[in-house]
Antibody
Framework: QLQLQESGPGLVKPSETLSLTCTVS??????????WGWIRQPPGKGLEWIGS???????YYNPSLKSRVTLSVDMSKNQFSLKLTSVTAADTATYYC???????????WGQGTLVIVSS | EIVMTQSPATLSLSPGERVTLSCRAS??????LAWYQQKPGQAPRLLIY???TRATGVPARFSGSGAGTEFTLTISSLQSEDFAVYYC??????????FGPGTKLEI
């Protein structure tokens, strides 16, 4: 059974870089039918898609975050990662990693990790 | 960008009732519409994709319909575990993948 697990610091200072990793188990990150993505949810608010990528390195970003986001993959560890630069309090959210298909929705989700941006 | 809207924002209902949630896309998205259920402290769970196909393990009391710009999610008889927030999301034209603001079902 496919499982995803986010990891990374729970506290990041303003202006610094938020870095999270998603470890995939029960399946290969190099599956040709899978894309991998990040979604975030500020406390008490709705869901916002951050970006998605294919194992080959093709990446797709939300235009509202594109200038600050980088997604990458480490096939040797079956992991993919998110970097968000120049964070502010507005980036405080629970960050989820998920699997999706190119023309399919997010069908497997990690449990989420809360990241607080504060000095 | 395709904007998704949902109505109503909150619904107060009782177990056993039938409920229909609405989702609208700002432009046609064919049937590329998913519904998710989110309970407090949990990740969203995929319920419906392709506007009307139930995901694995989703009870038959959940059904989806619609195409183009208008979609609905119906729960035929509310169970206590169904009280949650429901989000619709389009994946027809991306990036970006966009979610609706959610509808909260409360007892």
């Amino acid at each position: 059974q496919l499982q995803l697990q986010e990891s990374g610091p729970g506290l990041v200072k303003p202006s610094e870089t938020l870095s999270l990793t998603c470890t995939v188990s029960g399946g290969s990150i190099s599956s040709t039918s899978s894309f991998w993505g990040w979604i975030r949810q500020p406390p008490g608010k709705g869901l916002e898609w951050i970006g998605s990528m294919f194992y080959s390195g093709d990446t797709y970003y939300n235009p509202s975050l594109k200038s600050r986001v980088t997604l990458s993959v480490d096939m040797s560890k079956n992991q993919f990662s998110l970097k968000l630069t120049s964070v502010t309090a507005a980036d405080t959210a629970t960050y989820y990693c998920a699997r999706l298909g190119r023309w399919l929705p997010f069908d497997h989700w990690g449990q989420g990790t809360l990241v607080i941006v504060s000095s | 960008e395709i904007v998704m809207t949902q109505s109503p924002a909150t619904l107060s209902l009782s177990p056993g009732e039938r409920v229909t949630l609405s989702c609208r896309a700002s432009q046609g998205i064919s049937s590329s519409l998913a519904w998710y259920q989110q309970k407090p402290g949990q990740a969203p769970r995929l319920l419906i994709y392709g506007a009307s196909t139930r995901a694995t393990g989703v009870p038959a009391r959940f059904s989806g319909s619609g195409a183009g710009t208008e979609f609905t999610l119906t729960i035929s008889s509310l169970q206590s575990e169904d009280f949650a927030v429901y989000y619709c999301q389009q994946y027809h034209n991306w990036p970006p993948r966009t979610f609706g603001p959610g509808t909260k079902l409360e007892i």
